[in-house]
């Protein structure tokens, strides 16, 4: 697949959790409205009230498409880094959980 057929220009995994909820918050403020985007993680629930947040943030902004990863190892994360171009991964403690990601 070529870069440019990607879903997205990027996905923040682990979303909902403090640290990856910043990065998106950012993501919100100041990227281009347009930004192909994605949170991705395992709680589907918790994706709502995330999105909820970045909608007052930014209103004008494409939202991002949400993705739950059912578990964290190679073949739940495939799909989501083939269509991805930059993996931002927001998932710790990293040490435990690092590395399926690299």
Not at 73 to 86: A, M, R
Request: net charge negative; glycine share 8%.
């Amino acid at each position: 697949m070529t870069e440019s057929a990607r879903a997205y220009e990027m996905a923040i995994l682990g979303a909902t959790g403090w640290t990856a909820t910043i990065c998106a918050e950012h993501i919100a403020e100041t990227f281009p409205i347009n930004t192909r985007w994605c949170t991705a993680g395992r709680s589907a629930a918790k994706f709502e009230a995330l999105r909820q947040d970045l909608r007052a943030i930014n209103p004008d902004r494409l939202e991002p498409d949400t993705y739950v990863i059912p578990q964290l190892d190679g073949e739940g994360l495939d799909p989501l880094v083939k269509n991805t171009k930059v993996l931002i991964n927001g998932i710790g403690p990293y040490h435990r959980h690092g590395a399926p990601v690299v």
